[in-house]
């Protein structure tokens, strides 16, 4: 299917494989509702993600400010959950934001733009690091293009948050 893709529902706990612990915490999403994912290449994408943070978050935009939806860019991955002997897919968002707390529970909806690479196998813990923090870098790079914006280029897309 063609890009963007979207999908949305309560951020659930992961298998806490430490990601919060690399440094890298990814917020993991239920798939039932995103039946497209079943036909699309496992691996690294880009996109925006939009948060209803509850009311004493320390990260919610301040209330009186209309215009300022919780929208931050993001990184994801999708692939095959090892747990469900690799049956079931799994989506993790990494946002490109340090929260003061977290936000298990909360409504996010996903844009996704663009794909950046396929999944890889790892040596080392520091060879993956490496890689996450350059598809980082590729995903910041991209969300700020005019075209990517979602406040600008994805005018339209963004009615969905
Ligand atoms: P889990 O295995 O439960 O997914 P993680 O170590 O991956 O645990 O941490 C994910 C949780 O961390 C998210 O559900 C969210 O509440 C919180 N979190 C804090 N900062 C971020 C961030 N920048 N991106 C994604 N999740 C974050
Ligand atoms: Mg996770």
Redesign the pocket.
């Given at each position: 299917p063609p890009y963007p893709y979207k999908m949305e529902g309560k951020?659930i706990?992961?298998?806490?494989?430490?990601?919060?612990e690399l440094g890298i915490?990814?917020?993991?999403l239920p798939v039932d509702n995103a039946p497209w994912i079943a036909n699309v290449p496992s691996g690294i994408y880009f996109g925006w993600a939009s948060l209803a943070l509850p009311a004493d978050h320390p990260d919610r935009p301040p209330q009186d400010d209309s215009s300022s939806l919780a929208v931050f860019p993001m990184v994801m991955s999708i692939g095959y959950n090892p747990f469900y002997k690799n049956t079931v897919r799994s989506a993790?968002?990494?946002?490109l934001?340090?929260?003061a707390r977290?936000?298990?529970d909360a409504h996010m909806r996903l844009l996704i733009l663009g794909f950046i690479r396929e999944e890889k196998d790892y040596d080392s813990l520091e060879a993956l690091i490496q890689d996450i923090n350059f598809d980082c870098e590729v995903a910041r790079k991209s969300l700020e293009r005019e075209a990517w914006r979602w406040d600008k280029g994805r005018k339209e897309d963004a009615e969905w948050f």
């Open positions: 951020v706990s992961g298998f806490g494989r430490g990601s919060k915490p990814t917020a993991n993790e968002v990494h946002i934001h340090s929260f977290d936000f298990y």
